[in-house]
Every structure is written in structure tokens, then in C-alpha cells.
């Protein structure tokens, strides 16, 4: 009876691999080499490397899968080709900071990068050993069993090592492992040259199919095969998934003159079990509206199912990052749409993140005054680290009509944008308003920028110095431009402190502007309830300090309130940096030039600063910007009111408001 009880638990017992040795891998070079010889018996030219035309791996991508079955593990592998003079200077190092500050190790410790023989990977010396390199390969690798490997690093480093077999070059590589998701994934750079030094080219072949075979007959030799029991949970889960499945895609391929027929009969009880699978997806999709039932057992699937299917999964990730960043609080959830009209949006932001973590495409979920929560979707390239969790921001549609582009339309004459007249416009108009608070020539400069933008856009056309020639409908083509490059979204840093810092603080902070504006636009729930708490203790602050008093139940705030906060944060602070220099601190002036090298910025409850040094002196400038290219650089600004501007050394002025 002991040991018939005991049955059970013995049939249960299944025996799983570990990590293969790396073996045969010599002889899969010797055999690939071979073969890319006998390519020579075809009349190519001696001494031209095999396959340089179809690139690297087109003879291993033949050889790949070749052990894969229904049952063997899947792998999802991406691969995103980066030229490198396209991309800018810094890509390279923002992608490699991105994968490092949001790796996360298997038991949430921070995830470092590695390499080939290393578990502390040195990525400023990657990025410096490829910062000539024409190309580089950026990989996610993703086994759908990831979280039962024991060793990500071990798998990773294996998996490269068959690709170098493949490829038949040693590859420089550094990778990273991310834990923190659903599907614990790999993120790889792959430099562009191989061994010789030359351009490394992969063939389509391997890139499309080759890495993924690998990486699932690596995956099947580590954990076994899957087991039908897991192969039909795996495909159940699947029966109700909002997303593109690859139930959707057994439809996809099996249908004939767009139906699908699975009223045929099956003796194969796996066919039969596949089909109830099949039925139950497409009476799925039938509910969604995305099939219909032609007769019975006869299915037609949408052709618009699969961009649906793949946007809803998307709307899911959406709905998942946002619920995770609000952490359990209730808020009502929305997605920003700069497309509509004066659309914009202020709030703190509670989470932020690739939502396309090959293609450097970020996100942030703004938890908003209004009491909802909102997910942004920012454009490429855009660097997340200007935008701190618990930080003010505001969001715009970056659609809008330019004041810039009307004022060049209005003063052009037959087409014709003169600087010399907008000058003397402009000089026009300073003596009528004595209070202006920006140079007249700083005017012209600003718009000059702008056309040279448009210029390069193939807009407007340059037609002698300081002549432009101007479509009538510039408004518009500018507001398409910006669309375009902008992405549709313009982010502002209202304040990098959140709320609970920026109460009890010297310093012009975003909640005084709220003071002045009378805490417009703050809903009742959630943030907006927060910032109305405090504002509250904003004001009793500012009593205390002699900028406010309170008369009844109104809060009467000092004049020049913003400017007085300014000054009593940047003399503290150039107190500060005087007792640390030995230099002495020296008040800006209102209109008068201040020129120095800039050293360095600061970062104040009032905003970011630039430190101007003379070598006997120095002054805290308003930052903008422009001038960071600049450090160490001579410099002279000017400060007209709440403007700054920029004369930059051997260059004409830069006006910055």
C-alpha cells in the first residue's frame, strides 16, 4: 500500500536538465567555414570573404531549428540595427544608462551589466571602444520560460558564444538582465565589428530567424522539452487574451480563401483538443466583433483583427504600468492626447519607462491635478532622467501655431522676410513700451533661429543675408514640423521637488505660482486635493516669513513675491559656493552684461543655475539648455526681467526666454 501511495508522487517526478557544456562548438565552425568555402566553386573572385554579400550567418541560418518541434521551448528575440551618425553622439550611452538604471536582478537587487568574461562590465569603455564603428545591434532576448533558468548570465553568455560559431568572429558585447517584468528578459549590445576590425554584417536570414532558433533550441536543451500539459494551459490562457496570440496566428495560417473550416473531423486526440482550442478563440473573437460564423463550423476572421489585437494588447500593458505606478490608489485612469484642442495637462509624475525598450520610446504616468491619472507617451530619444518621480511637470499637444512663425508671415512683404525691417519694427515698438523686457535685436535673433530650423526643413528658402523668402501658409507647415519632430508631446519641468519639499522651502517654488494664480483647475480627489493641502501650509510658511499675511479668510501675498523668494535662495546660495571657492558672490543687475566661464550649474528650488566665474567674482545665472554644450566656456548673459540672454563666445547672441 506504501509503495502504491507513493506512486503518484514518483510519476510526478520529472527530470530536468541543467546547463549544457559548450561543446562541439569548434566543429560547428569547422563545418560552417567549410561550407561558406565550397561557395567558392561559383566563381567568386579569390580572396573575397564568403557570404560578404548576404552577410555573416546565411549559411548557419540554414542549420538552425533543425532539432525545434511542437514541443520545444519558445523565444521571442528582437533585434534593432542602430546606425551610429544617424542615431547622435549619446545614444549609445543613454541606451547603455537606460538598460543599467532599470536592470533588476532575479531577486530585485540592481541588475549590472556583463560580458563575455565579466560580471562588472565597464560600459563608458564599451561605449568608448565603439564610438567609431559605423553600426551597432541592439537585442532583447526574452526565453518564455525565463524565471525557470537558473542562470540568465550563464544562458546569455552561451547563447552568445554560438552566435560567435555561427558567425565565425568573436563578438564584443555587454548585457544586462531584467527581472522586474512579466517576461524576464535580456537587453544586448552588439558592437559592429568583428574580429578584423571590419564592418560586422549579419545576414536578414539570421537576424530574422537564426538568433531566435538559437535561443529556443538553447532554451529546450536547458529545461527539456514542454510538456503537453504545459503546452495546453499555455494555449487556454490564450482562449481569452485581449492581444495577438498565437492561437491568432495558427488561424491566420490555417485559413483558405479567408475561412477557416474546423468542423473537420480528427482521430488525432491532439487535433481534436487543438480544435476546441480554435473554436473557443474564435467564438472569443466573434464577441469582440473581430469574427463571424459564416455556417456552422466555417469562421471568417477580420482583416482588421490583427492591428486591433495588438493595440488592445497594448492598451493592457498601458493599464498594467498604470496601476502599478499608482501603487493601489484609486484614481480614474486616461491616456493624453495632444491631438486635442488646447490640451494640456499639470501633475506629478508617479512612474516613467520604456514602453519600447529597443527603440528608446519612454512613457510617464502623471498623476494629475485634475485627480486622474494619466499615461504619456513621449517621443524618441527623449531622456527620462530631466523628469523625476514626484516632480511637477506640465503636458502639452506641441501642435500649436507658433507666435514666431505669424509675426514672420505678417511682416513679410511679397513673400519676402527682411531682418532689417522686423528690426526697425521692433525698435518701434520698444520705444512705445519702455517697460519691454527683451533687446530688440534679441528679437530678430529669435526669429532668425527659428527660420533657420524651417530652412533645414526645406520650408523657407534663404535668399540673400537677411532675406527670406516665406510660404504664405508658414503658420501651418511649422505647426506640422514641430508635430513631427516633437512627437506631438511637449514635456515641462515645472518643479524637480516634489510638493512635500517645495512647503517649508526659501525659493520660488511651483506652489507660489499656484498662490498667485488662486489654485485654478484643482480637482477635489486625489493630487489636485494634495496640492490644495499644500498650499495651505505654502501660505502659512510664507506668513511666518514676513511675504504674506492673512486677512479674514484671505491670504494677501507680498509684492514681487517670486522675484523676493529668487533673490533669498541665490544669495544663500552664492554664500554657499563663495565659502567653498573663495570667490565672492555678486548680484545680478537687471540689464547689466555678466560675462565669465561657466563652471558649473546649480540646482535651486527656483530652477537650475549657471555659475558665471571671472576668476575674481562670479554670479548665478538662469540656466537654459543651450549653453550646457558650453561648460568651461566663456560667456556673457544679460537678464531682462524673467528673460535671459546668451552671448556665446565668437557667436552671434542667443536669446532665451
Known sequence: MNRRGNSDSEDNFRVRPGAPKQRGQA???????QASKGGNSTGRKPGKTPGSRLGRGHVAA????????????RATVKVRLVYLKQAGAR???????????????????TGKAYGPMTDDADLPAFEERGRDDRHQFRLIVSPEDAEQLDDLRTYTRHLMGRMEA?????????????WNTDNPHTHIVLRGKDDTGKDLIISQAYITRGMRERAAELSTEWLGPRTELEIQRTLLREVDQERWTSLDRTLQREAQDGLNHVDQPASDPKLRQQRVLLVGRLQRLQRMGLASEQQPGVWAVHTDAEPVLRAMGERGDIIRAMQRAMGG????????????????????????GLSDELYDKGYLVVDGIDGKAHYVALPAKTELEQYPVGAVVEVRGSADIRTADKNIVALAVDGLYRTDHHLAVAKAQAQSQPTAERDPSEVVDAHVRRLEALRRAGIVARMAEGVWKVPADLPE??????????????????????IERQMRVIGATWLDQQLIGGGKGLGEMGFGSEVRDALKQRSDFLIDQGLAERRGQRVILARNLLATLRGREVD?????IAAETGLAHRAVTDGEPITGVYRRSVQLASGRFAMLDDGIGFSLVPWKPVIEQRLGKTMTAVIRGSNVSWVLERQRGIAMG
Open 329 to 352: 490608489v484609486q484614481r480614474d485612469l486616461a491616456v493624453f492626447q495632444p491631438g486635442e484642442e488646447n490640451r494640456s495637462l499639470t501633475g506629478r509624475v508617479a512612474a516613467k
Open 477 to 498: 507647415q511649422g505647426r506640422q514640423y514641430d508635430a513631427q519632430r516633437l512627437g506631438g508631446v511637449a514635456v515641462g519641468l515645472r518643479s524637480h521637488l516634489p
Open 62 to 73: 540554414r542549420f538552425t531549428g533543425q532539432s525545434l518541434s511542437a514541443t520545444s521551448r
Open 572 to 576: 544663500a546660495a552664492g554664500g554657499r
Open 27 to 33: 566543429f560547428v565552425s569547422q563545418v560552417l567555414r
Open 91 to 109: 545614444s549609445t550611452i543613454t541606451h547603455l544608462r537606460y538598460i543599467e538604471r532599470e536592470g533588476v536582478g532575479r531577486e530585485q537587487d
Open 166 to 178: 555561427d558567425l565565425g568572429s568573436p563578438l564584443d558585447w555587454v548585457a544586462v538582465n531584467h
